[in-house]
């Protein structure tokens, strides 16, 4: 018989079938040069001896895999910190690569984050500061912190400081770290706007964020400065408002039909395009309101589109809100409400599903807990494009002979979905062990019987 694909050994060390010995037997160290898979290091809800056997393994590959599991506890990952090799050590302290917006890492304990900002070496320290898994404690810690680097960083979390510590990063002595601090404090003076405006590289945020004198304002209009910009800044005298409403600039316009106290009617009668744009302007008083539901309320309800689109990444929505956008036929506001609603109507999941397909869709139907599964075989089983047909595997409805038949079909990820169905018959999933293309979905099975595992890791050289 033709020997198993190699494929096949990464998804015995997925499977969540996989008994501890054999566990043990893929992380176990080898002196030729043998490496675990990098999903048994990284699979869910490993026992400790598995744990044990990843922190004392050899190869800092193995640790650095480790290191960036998005499955492992904080604690357990957190026993890295003292790992002698430096790179495992960065891999830990910037944390796991994450991928879908559902997807939540729970940060490493605060003690942790300091000995690692400590690091003798700089790409540690570098690596934490950039992580986007550091707690909101630690990052307000870091305020008082020896390192300008980590002063800077503690900024963002101006609105938690206390005034003492606000000053002193005000006064800092890197001036970093002062233009950072003064870019959240400017939000209330405006002495300190006038002063940012002046600075090339704060001015734009300073337009934007900052509490303008009238007569900032002026010179910022006149001179023709960050104009877009100025069109989000709350404090933008009405009167100015209404002259950059019909701005030349199309950006500006376009800015200015998103502030936050205009009602639809003033907004429709500004002249702008929004196809295109939505990536370039941002709403940031819906995107700061995104859990606030007056602010989602106005965001929602309104004619213009991208407040809505912005209203619909917001987890938060009421069931009639998530409903009003449910209905509004936009394919932005759709996609959104799949990756960040978890009550996103079934229809808008199949819209979604029709429209990208593919990966995307396969990650949506496998992760959205509102993703249909009943009556799944009955309408798509004979479907004309494969990435439909594939949507039968999930109906727990789905027959043994449906699943064989759909482990046959010409579109490999119809083909794959089926051959990682425990209904599949045991021997065409010994079969699909073979195949190329379906071996790592046979191997992820289930119903994989421990001797197939045991034989899976024998032909793949797996030190016994």
Known sequence: MVAFHA???????????????????LLAADGDGYRPPRDAVQRAGLPEPAVVAILTHPDPG??????????????????????????VRTALAYGPEVYGARTRVAPLPDAVCVRLLDDPVPAVRTALLESPHVAPSFVAWMAAHHSAAARREAVRAWETLPPGERSALLADPDPQVRRAAALWQCRRDARLTAELLRDPDSAAAAARRGLLARADAERCVAARTHLAAL??????????????????DEAVRLAVSLRPELDDTRRTAIHSTVEGAAGSVGVRWVR????????????????????????????????????????????????????FHPDTPEEVLMRVHARLGRTFSAWMAETHPRFPREGLAARYADHPDGNFRRLAVRDPAATPALIERLSHDPVAGTRQAAAGDPRLPL????????VPELAS?????????????????DRAGVPA
């Open 231 to 248: 069109a989000e800044n709350p404090s933008l005298p009405a009167g100015l408002v209404e002259r950059l409403a019909v701005d030349p």
């Open 288 to 339: 700061d309101g995104l859990a606030d539901p007056e602010v989602l309320r106005r965001a929602a309800t309104s004619a213009h589109p991208l407040l809505r689109r912005a209203a619909a990444l917001s987890p938060h929505l009421p069931p009639d809100l998530l409903r009003l956008l449910a209905r509004a036929e936009d394919p932005q506001v759709d996609e959104s409400l799949a990756v």
């Open 62 to 87: 193995v640790r650095i895999d480790f290191a960036m599991s998005a499955r492992a506890r904080p604690a357990q990952r957190a026993r890295l910190a003292d790992d002698p090799s430096p790179k």
């Open 7 to 25: 494929s096949a050994l990464d998804g015995v060390a997925r499977n969540p079938a996989l008994p501890t010995p054999l566990l043990l037997r």
């Open 427 to 434: 021997h065409r999933l010994r079969e699909a062990l073979h």
């Open 441 to 457: 979905s046979a191997g992820a099975n289930p119903a994989l019987p421990e001797p197939d595992m045991a034989a899976v890791l």
